[in-house]
């Protein structure tokens, strides 16, 4: 984590406010991928994820937009009421775990309330490659929208859809009738609350293979009465154990070993502790891996996965 300097705050809506950051020395910071976020360390000491929704290739800030939560645990709250302009915030490099494909020919972006972050970096990037692309943006009204001016113009507004929605059980008609004619070509990208993303996977499942949608979460996933059952891991380069007991985590058991896992979320949402698994029955509690990772079983998140009913995980660390 390093220090950065507070730039400039806009309010874009009553809600959402975009920070943007330059650097202490006044270097200009280091490229990075559309869809990258940081680690931001809140003045309630707490630190989050955010997505970085600038231009990529304009490397001298960096910008992120973040929606005060009513239900926020300190991090939201305390970036809008307790931040000004000329304030140091820490943050990590920049990580990319959600990223436009190579092999896609077509883009198509689609996003909800504060989902549009990532999108509109992707969007920056189509725009200067030259992919074809679509940026759908569903909201319940402007007055909600982030951002809705600068994509109303060019370089965006050929390529820009707004929906307004005044509730879920309005999306999925406009979503079906965008991922009904989606082709091999074509890779699909959403973001926004968890519900959303969800029903983007489940209608679109139903054209294409889920390869073809990629999604960035940013809240972890929901558990509701599972049970932590104690399990033993084993190092298949050392071939050394340790017991991880009910009331710790597979990170905690594994620093008995000298092994130091870097985390950031810890919950299972940005993927930084991601360790090889060699065989186990995994346990995935996560919100970060697609379904076709899950299902090939060779890594896991070390911060909020186990095994399913104990018995032994084996590592390559």
């Known amino acids: ?27 200009k910071f280091a490229s990075y991928e559309a869809g990258s976020h940081i680690d931001v360390e809140t003045p309630s000491g707490e630190i989050r994820q955010y997505s970085l929704c600038g231009d990529p290739q304009t490397n001298e800030f960096l910008s992120i937009a973040i929606k005060k939560e009513d239900a926020s645990r300190g991090g939201s709250k305390s970036m809008h009421e ?15 775990h959600f990223k436009l494909s190579n092999d896609a020919d077509h883009h198509i972006l689609i996003g909800a309330g504060i989902g549009i972050t990532p999108l509109l970096s992707m969007a920056y ?39 307004l929605v005044a509730n879920r059980g309005e999306i999925h008609s406009p979503l079906e009738a965008i991922l009904k004619g989606v082709d091999s070509g074509t890779n699909v990208y959403t973001c926004g609350p968890s519900s959303f993303m969800d029903t ?67 919950e299972g949402v940005c993927g930084t502790c991601l360790i090889p698994v060699i065989s186990g029955d995994i346990d995935h509690r996560d919100s970060f891996l697609t379904k076709e990772e899950i299902e090939d079983g060779d890594m896991m998140c070390a911060c909020v996965s186990r095994t399913e009913k104990g018995g032994e995980l084996i590592i390559d660390m």
């Open 200 to 266: 983007v996977v489940e209608l679109g499942s139903q054209y294409i293979p889920e390869r073809q949608i990629h999604l960035e979460a940013f809240q972890a996933k929901k558990i509701n009465d599972q049970v932590n059952y104690p399990f033993r891991v084993r190092l298949a380069s050392t071939d050394t154990t340790c017991e991880v007991a009910e009331d710790e985590t597979l990170i905690n058991a594994l620093e008995k070993l000298g092994i130091d896992i870097p985390t950031s979320c810890c």
């Open 125 to 163: 990037q189509c725009v200067m490659e030259k992919k074809p692309y679509q940026l759908h943006y569903f909201t319940r009204s402007k007055a909600q929208a982030a951002f809705v001016e600068l994509l109303s113009q060019p370089p965006f507004k050929d390529y820009f859809f707004l929906h």
């Open 1 to 27: 984590m390093k220090n950065v300097i507070v730039n400039r705050i806009i309010d874009e809506t009553d809600l959402i406010r975009t920070f943007e950051f330059k650097n202490v020395n006044g270097e």
């Open 82 to 96: 307790n931040v000004e302009v000329g304030d140091f915030i820490k943050i990590s490099d920049a990580r990319c």
